[in-house]
């Protein structure tokens, strides 16, 4: 079975510092896709990032990076230099390319970034 | 600009009452589906449709029904029979896996509430 954990229910930093964000998941598919939403207080879901199972290469945008690992099954999410804007609920999700399409997400993490 | 618009934003129900929530989409994507969130919680999928006049149930179907007339619409109606219908609702839709922009397109979500 399919299954996302974000073992970080909170995490809070204060403005600046570097903070990573831990998405752990299982499938038994070889070709799947993995992705990172933020959610902030309004409650829409803003895409970050899609990375598919073929492709391994860490990926940089602006202050976001973001580590795939397949030896370890993780999809890790790095903001340096965080800022209050980045303060959100951000969730790992898991969608493979053959059946329903349809994502399995991670519980979320709050993230809380203090001036 | 294309996306997902769900209404109402708000939405009150009282105990014993049926009510529907909209979600239409200008994307010309097949798949459309329908997620719940509670507090503190992750997204669970209630309802999908990969195609016109197709819908399957999801991780938590009951107390729901969708249809699926028209490729731009899927609209959800939460019947009495849903015991706990509080919740934030979310409608979102997709392309084909290969495409290259795949990723899921999420409208803003709908708070319902049993008053």
């Known amino acids: 079975a399919q299954k996302v954990t974000q073992a970080q229910t909170e995490i809070s930093v204060v403005e600046k510092e570097d903070v990573t964000l831990d998405c752990v998941y299982e499938t038994r598919d070889t070709t799947y896709y993995l992705f990172w939403y933020k959610q902030p207080p309004s409650g829409e879901l803003v895409f970050l990032i899609r990375r598919n199972s073929f492709d391994e290469q860490n990926e940089i945008s602006g202050r976001y990076s973001w580590n795939f690992q397949k030896s370890t099954s993780s999809f890790n999410f790095t903001i340096t230099a965080s800022q209050v804007v980045d303060s959100a609920v951000y969730f790992c999700a898991l969608s493979e390319e053959r059946g329903t399409g349809k994502l399995i997400f991670g519980q979320g993490t709050t993230l809380q970034v203090k001036p | ?115």
């Open chain 2, 1 to 115: 600009d294309g996306g997902i618009t769900q209404s109402p934003k708000y939405l009150f129900r009282k105990e014993g009452q049926n009510v529907t929530l909209s979600c239409e989409q200008n994307l010309n994507h097949d798949a459309m589906y329908w997620y719940r969130q509670d507090p503190g919680q992750g997204l669970r999928l209630i309802y999908y449709s990969q195609i016109v006049n197709d819908f399957q149930k999801g991780d938590i179907a009951e107390g729901y029904s969708v249809s699926r007339e028209k490729k731009e619409s899927f609209p959800l109606t939460v019947t009495s029979a849903q015991k706990n219908p509080t919740a934030f609702y979310l409608c979102a839709s997709n392309g084909p896996p290969g495409d290259a922009n795949y990723g899921y397109t999420f409208g803003s979500g709908t708070r319902l509430t049993v008053v």
